[in-house]
């Protein structure tokens, strides 16, 4: 099964609209007869390649699956069908499918006299699928709001000067957790004053691989000459201030997990709104004492209406070249 979770995260996977699935046929030795996975919309299903692949040897062998195979027919066929019709014996998969429209499939096996055991590495199939699983159970995109900011909450001082309160090493972590989004979205306030180029880069400022969508909210308009609109990555622009519009545009898109880096203004709207889903903060040893805070108004007054999200990961991003190390806090907001 680790080796299905393995091929489900191949990098070349979208990460959306799809769940990313990975399957292994093994033969009552436990040699591997042939590999498969998902490689988006349209393409064959990760169990359908791996015995696209085993062709006649697929008979009496063991499909290791990280989904529960499906039984609907949509662009392609049902899984579990061809896995009945290949012969298979046994069919051992991570996490049972929770989409109403393709669920099934394990009875579907069940009735055709297949052995069935289901569960194996749950956990991880589940954490390499949050974001569809959340647009499964919500029609949705997993939000998270990412900032940076001191000690004391100021993500910019009272210039407004904002380069850099974190460390080389915590602006390097935020491109890895970029990476694993699939849309960037800021409001235009933030392209009107900073110009951002929204992608994901290496040590050397270069684009590095698959580049989310870069997503700009707002009703103002964007000179054509921002970086955001280079063709470095895909760019979208989203003519609303309703957060709940934007995302469900960016759902029927195939948008699956929207990485929220926008300024304090559109980080409050988002939480009024009650669709942020999780908070990835970096702070930095530094005290301003003035400037912007890291999130404009809420309408909260009193403590007791404070918003109090989990803490689910707290970690030292240790400081390179002399700089100070930051933390970096993970935290999860209740729906």
């Given at each position: 099964?680790?080796?299905?979770?393995?091929?489900?995260?191949?990098?070349?996977?979208?990460?959306?609209?799809?769940?990313?699935?990975?399957?292994v046929?093994?033969?009552?030795?436990?040699?591997?007869?042939?590999?498969?996975?998902?490689?988006?919309?349209?393409?064959?299903?990760?169990?359908?390649?791996?015995?696209?692949?085993?062709?006649?040897?697929?008979?009496?062998?063991?499909?290791?699956?990280?989904?529960?195979?499906?039984?609907?027919?949509?662009?392609?066929?049902p899984?579990?069908?061809?896995?009945?019709?290949?012969?298979?014996r046994?069919?051992?998969?991570?996490?049972?499918?929770?989409?109403?429209?393709?669920?099934?499939?394990?009875?579907?096996?069940?009735?055709a006299?297949?052995?069935?055991e289901?569960?194996?590495?749950?956990?991880?199939?589940?954490?390499?699928?949050?974001?569809?699983?959340?647009?499964?159970?919500?029609?949705r995109?997993?939000?998270?709001?990412?900032?940076a900011?001191?000690?004391?909450?100021?993500?910019?001082a009272?210039?407004?000067?904002?380069?850099?309160?974190?460390?080389?090493?915590a602006?390097r972590d935020?491109?890895?957790?970029?990476a694993?989004?699939?849309?960037?979205?800021?409001?235009?306030?933030?392209?009107?004053?900073?110009?951002?180029?929204?992608t994901?880069?290496?040590?050397?400022?270069?684009?590095?691989?698959?580049?989310?969508?870069?997503?700009?909210?707002?009703?103002?308009?964007v000179?054509?000459?921002?970086?955001v609109?280079?063709?470095a990555?895909?760019?979208l622009?989203?003519?609303?201030?309703?957060?709940?519009?934007?995302?469900?545009?960016?759902?029927e898109?195939?948008?699956?997990?929207?990485?929220?880096?926008?300024?304090?203004?559109?980080?409050?709207a988002?939480?009024?709104?009650?669709?942020?889903?999780?908070?990835?903060?970096y702070?930095?040893?530094?005290?301003?004492?003035?400037?912007?805070?890291?999130?404009?108004d809420?309408?909260?007054t009193?403590?007791?209406?404070?918003?109090?999200?989990?803490?689910?990961d707290?970690?030292?991003i240790?400081?390179?070249?002399?700089?100070?190390?930051?933390?970096?806090?993970?935290?999860?907001?209740s729906?």
């Amino acid at each position: 099964m680790r080796r299905a979770l393995a091929l489900a995260a191949d990098p070349a996977v979208p990460l959306g609209p799809n769940p990313r699935v990975g399957s292994v046929l093994l033969d009552d030795d436990g040699r591997v007869v042939a590999e498969g996975f998902h490689r988006g919309a349209g393409t064959r299903h990760a169990e359908a390649d791996a015995l696209h692949r085993a062709g006649e040897a697929a008979r009496g062998t063991t499909a290791i699956v990280t989904l529960e195979p499906c039984n609907h027919t949509g662009r392609t066929g049902p899984c579990a069908e061809a896995l009945i019709r290949a012969g298979v014996r046994r069919v051992v998969y991570a996490q049972s499918d929770p989409n109403p429209v393709a669920s099934g499939g394990a009875q579907t096996l069940r009735d055709a006299g297949i052995e069935v055991e289901h569960g194996l590495l749950e956990a991880e199939s589940r954490a390499l699928n949050r974001a569809w699983l959340h647009g499964v159970a919500t029609g949705r995109p997993l939000v998270t709001w990412k900032f940076a900011g001191s000690l004391d909450g100021r993500s910019a001082a009272a210039d407004g000067s904002s380069q850099w309160i974190t460390s080389a090493a915590a602006r390097r972590d935020t491109h890895r957790l970029r990476a694993e989004a699939d849309v960037m979205l800021v409001g235009t306030g933030t392209v009107l004053a900073d110009d951002p180029r929204l992608t994901v880069r290496g040590d050397d400022g270069e684009p590095l691989g698959r580049q989310p969508l870069r997503a700009i909210m707002g009703q103002r308009a964007v000179a054509t000459s921002a970086r955001v609109l280079d063709d470095a990555a895909e760019t979208l622009l989203l003519r609303t201030r309703d957060p709940r519009e934007a995302l469900a545009e960016l759902f029927e898109r195939g948008r699956r997990h929207v990485f929220l880096e926008g300024g304090p203004t559109l980080a409050a709207a988002f939480l009024r709104a009650g669709v942020v889903d999780e908070l990835v903060a970096y702070v930095a040893p530094v005290l301003l004492g003035a400037g912007r805070n890291a999130v404009a108004d809420l309408g909260i007054t009193g403590i007791d209406a404070a918003l109090r999200p989990t803490v689910t990961d707290a970690r030292l991003i240790e400081g390179t070249d002399g700089e100070p190390a930051n933390v970096r806090f993970t935290l999860e907001l209740s729906a």
